[in-house]
C-alpha cells in the first residue's frame, strides 16, 4: 500500500509502542520517506480490530465516574459540549442547521446540538454506544454503513470529534463527506497533533499515539495535504486546550509513574508555558476543511 497522503512505497520504521488499554502487544509507527506522514505498521483488520476496544477504561464509549481521572474527563466533556457548539456557529455562520456527527460515541455532542436548534444525526460503529444515544437522548443515530443513504448536499457542518484517525479507510469516509456537505458547508475534524509539544516531550510513550486504534498520525502538514487531495481546502487551525493534561497524565500512567495525574497536569502546564508561541503545537488540533470550488480543483 502506498502512502496515504503522497502515493510513496519508501517507508521507516520510526519506533514500537505498546497497546496499554487492552492487548499488551506492540506495534511499529512507520514514517513516510517522502512526506514524512506517519501511521501505525500493519493493524488488525477492520473486522478484527473491535476487540481492541473492549475495555471498560475505553472512556469515550463509557460513562464511568469511579476515579478522579474519570470524574474530571466528564467535567471537561461538559464544557468543551459549550466550546464546540460555538466553534460549529462560527465556522458556519450558522444557528441552526443539519450536522452529522461521524464517530458520535455515547451521543452527548449531538444531544447538547440537537437542543440547541440543530437537526443532527450520528454515525457510530459501537453498538452499546449508538444503542444508548439513543435511548437516552432520542437522536438518530446510524450504523456506519447506512451512511450511503443519506442524501447529497445535505449538511450544513460534519463533525470529526477524535475519529478520523480510527478508520481504516479515510478516503472513502473523505468522499462520503463531499458528497453529504453542502457546497458551503464545513468539516470539522479533532486530532491528536504527533507535531505537539507532549508528543516531543514522551516520544514513543505518548499516550495519543492509542496504537493500534489511532491507526494515522496526522500533522497540520500532513492533514492539509491528504485534505487537499480529496478536495477539500484547509482553514483555521484551532486547539483544544485541556487534551495536553490528559494525555500527559495518561502517559505517566501507561509507563508506571506514581501520581500520573498530578504529573500529567504540572507537564502539561509546564509544556504549554514552553511553547506557548510556537503555532499549532496543542496536544490535539481542530481542523476546518471547505469543499473546494470546481473552478480550484
Not at 84 to 103: F, N, P, Q, W
Amino acid at each position: 500500500m502506498g502512502c496515504l497522503v503522497c502515493g510513496e512505497t519508501e517507508f521507516t520504521d520510526l519506533f514500537a509502542t505498546k497497546d496499554h488499554l487492552v492487548s499488551g502487544e506492540s506495534f511499529f509507527v512507520r514514517r513516510c520517506t517522502a512526506c514524512s506522514f506517519t501511521f501505525t505498521a500493519d493493524p488488525p483488520a477492520e473486522e478484527e480490530i473491535g476487540r481492541y476496544y473492549l475495555s471498560e477504561e475505553y472512556i469515550s464509549h463509557s460513562d464511568k465516574k469511579q476515579t478522579l481521572t474519570e470524574r474530571l474527563y466528564h467535567l471537561a466533556r461538559r464544557y468543551m459540549l459549550g466550546r464546540k457548539h460555538r466553534m460549529v456557529t462560527a465556522v458556519t455562520h450558522r444557528e441552526s442547521g443539519t450536522l452529522l456527527d461521524i464517530g458520535s460515541g455515547t451521543g452527548y455532542f449531538a444531544s447538547f446540538m440537537n437542543k440547541k436548534g440543530w437537526e443532527v444525526t450520528g454515525i457510530e460503529l459501537n453498538a452499546q454506544a449508538r444503542n444508548d444515544s439513543v435511548t437516552r437522548f432520542g437522536i438518530s443515530v446510524l450504523p456506519p454503513a447506512e451512511i450511503k443513504a443519506i442524501p447529497d448536499r445535505s449538511a450544513d457542518c460534519i463533525t470529526f470529534w477524535h475519529v478520523l484517525e480510527h478508520l481504516h479507510d479515510p478516503v472513502m469516509w473523505m468522499r462520503e463527506v463531499k458528497r453529504i456537505l453542502k457546497d458551503d458547508g464545513k468539516c470539522i475534524i479533532a486530532l491528536p497533533n504527533p507535531d505537539s509539544a507532549d508528543a516531543r516531550w514522551f516520544g514513543d510513550r505518548w499516550a495519543a499515539l492509542d496504537v493500534p486504534r489511532h491507526l494515522w498520525h496526522f500533522t497540520p502538514a500532513t492533514l492539509s495535504r491528504f485534505a487537499g487531495n480529496q478536495g477539500f481546502k484547509s482553514g483555521r487551525i484551532r486547539a483544544l486546550p485541556l487534551d495536553i493534561f490528559y494525555i500527559s497524565a495518561m502517559s505517566y500512567r501507561n509507563i508506571g509513574c506514581r501520581l500520573p495525574l498530578f504529573r500529567g497536569i504540572l507537564t502539561g502546564t509546564l509544556l504549554t508555558i514552553a511553547s506557548i508561541l510556537r503555532k499549532n503545537s496543542a496536544s490535539s488540533l481542530i481542523y476546518e476543511l471547505s469543499k473546494q470550488a470546481a473552478r480550484d480543483l
